[in-house]
């Protein structure tokens, strides 16, 4: 039984050294004296809807009269480009894109300005972000957070999704950190992050403000970054890393740590320029199986394709590299923190100053337990090969010799798929597919790990290490040929990969889902 919930006082937006020019400032509204012009109790305090926002049809944003026009992100002319480019002309609603918060109108220039869209069909949360002339901030990349607060926060799983390609239930991360290739502009630009939410079943019983998101922007100055131990003096790609709630890059320096690469189709042959050439092929035949829906070669991912006539299809492709950052990592100042209500949750329209516009759960589904993988152990007995004359013997003269196996296998009633019903309203599921992947000790003496990006076909080899999979892609076998006889090494971790299409019942393009899960091993 889910315990009641006592409603505090709603977190208060903060605004931290952003401002706009100053022919605006007369116009301009921060969301603290959005807040005093309330002039209400705090017992009677309730936020307002989220402006309108005609996105696709506009060439400008909504601005009082007298204002400077700005021109919507995905047009040109804004001090350069500063989104990436898989994402910058992705956000038709015919193919999943909602409005969640919108602060541009007509009446008053709120300050900062920003947007933000939800795909319902992929739950993912991008926030568009527009950063006024006449502002100096020192940098070489910019650093968006995003994390989730409150009482409740440490039980949601929302951000599980973002920043890893290895999920692990029952350990929720609180925040994550992306780090993309841009400097702060002086002559005024739009930035955008996007954030994968995994679906939290328990939003729609949660009331606010006991669990909220916050949205964090800082410039930042990083002398280099290393990746897979290349060095890069630009970053291409957006790098994500599950984080605490601090700024994560504002405090590391010429430390390794793991991190996730996102990768886009229209961008990915400059985004993986980092990977050696052996590496490279294989990057480029994941995101192809991806959109032929053949799920080899990744462990995490969203493939699909747009109605748009600009971008046919769509690839977001975490891969898993390790990130060294050279040199100082420095945070100037703050550009934004911003502390908004989550869609779906009880009583959100007290938030302040705005409540979502739209008001369902987000994410598309998540599991209800951590799979578990079974784990058998043989070791028969063989006739080792012949060795070719004049060849070197590495049996030793022996004739006879052992094959110990493993064989692993999912039990798939340890968990289940969890869907929001937001998503079934509009969609449906299917081609539901689980795949076991295993790895052993042989895999860390070849340096690969689950981590790594050569994951294989099913109808191949689909375990980082030596192996065989089954014909059923829910077992795998691994096994040894041995001179001596002995147990093969106890597993060093097993995963279950899940996919499944998403088919909106407007006739929308299928978008497809992969995510892998860390599973417990049991020997039987």
């Known amino acids: 039984m889910k315990k009641s919930l006592t409603l505090t006082l709603p977190m208060m937006l903060i605004l931290l050294n952003f401002s706009c020019k100053k022919s605006n400032l007369d116009q301009s509204l921060s969301y603290d004296k959005a807040l005093e012009s309330k002039s209400v109790s705090a017992s009677t305090l309730t936020g307002t809807p989220s402006f309108p926002l005609d996105w696709e049809n506009i060439s400008f944003m909504p601005v009082p009269p007298n204002v400077t026009p700005i021109p919507v992100p995905w047009q040109s002319g804004l001090g350069g480009v500063k989104i990436n480019q898989d994402i910058i002309s992705d956000y038709a609603e015919s193919d999943g894109w909602e409005l969640v918060y919108n602060t541009f109108n007509a009446s008053v220039v709120y300050n900062p300005s920003y947007f933000m869209l939800y795909n319902k069909y992929r739950g993912v949360l991008r926030t568009y972000f527009y950063f006024a002339p006449g ?18 926060a440490a039980s949601s799983p929302v951000l599980n999704f973002s920043g890893s390609d ?31 939410l995994a679906y939290d079943e328990n939003t729609a019983s949660t009331a606010y403000p006991t669990t909220t998101m916050e ?22 790609g957006t790098i994500a890393v599950p984080s ?27 985004a993986i320029s980092f990977l050696d050439s052996t590496d490279k092929p294989k990057v480029a035949t994941a995101i192809t199986n991806g959109l032929a829906g053949s799920i080899s070669g990744f462990l995490n991912g969203i493939f699909g394709f747009t109605k748009r006539t600009t971008i046919n299809e769509k690839v977001s492709l975490t891969l898993n590299t390790n ?27 007290q938030a302040v100053p705005f409540y979502p516009a739209y008001n369902q759960p987000m994410g598309v589904f998540y599991v209800d337990g951590k799979p ?53 309203s509009d969609a449906t599921i299917s081609n539901i597919k689980y795949e076991v992947l295993a790895y052993d000790m042989t895999s ?69 889902i992969v995510k892998t899960f860390k599973a417990n091993v049991i020997s039987i």
């Not at 950052?325 to 100042?333: P, Q, R, Y």
């Not at 030596?466 to 106890?490: E, K, M, R």
């Open 444 to 512: 860390i003496i070849n340096n690969t790990t689950l981590n790594d990006i050569s994951v294989s076909s099913q109808n191949k080899e689909d375990i980082l290490g030596h192996g065989i999979v089954a014909s059923d892609p829910t077992a795998v076998t691994i096994s040894y040929l041995s001179v001596l006889p002995g147990n093969p090494p106890s597993a060093a971790e097993a995963a279950v990969r899940v996919s499944f299409d998403v088919v909106p019942k407007d006739g929308s393009p299928k978008q497809t």
């Open 215 to 236: 949205w964090q922007i800082n410039p930042n100055s990083i002398a280099s970054i290393t990746l897979n131990g290349t060095q890069t003096g630009s970053l291409n």
């Open 244 to 270: 605490s709630k601090t700024n994560f890059f504002g405090a590391l320096t010429n430390t390794v740590v793991n991190a996730a690469l996102g990768v886009g189709s229209s961008h990915a042959t400059q």
């Open 323 to 349: 990130i060294t950052v050279n040199g100082s990592s420095t945070v100037s100042s703050q550009l934004f923190d911003n502390v908004f209500a989550i869609p779906g949750t009880l009583n959100n329209d």
């Open 372 to 424: 578990q993988v079974y784990q058998e152990v043989t070791n028969p007995s063989v006739i080792l090969p012949q060795v070719p004359p004049g060849e070197p013997d590495p049996w030793h003269g022996r004739t006879n010799g052992y094959a110990p196996t493993r064989r692993y296998t999912i039990n798939l009633n340890s968990f289940n798929l969890v869907f929001n019903p937001a998503v079934l």
């Open 166 to 196: 290895i999920v692990n239930y029952g350990v929720n991360q609180p925040a994550v950190t992306q780090l993309q290739p841009f400097q702060v502009s002086s002559t005024g630009s739009w930035y955008a992050s996007e954030f994968e």
């Open 135 to 152: 502002q100096n901030y020192p940098s070489n990349n910019i650093v968006s957070e995003l994390s989730i607060n409150g009482s409740a």
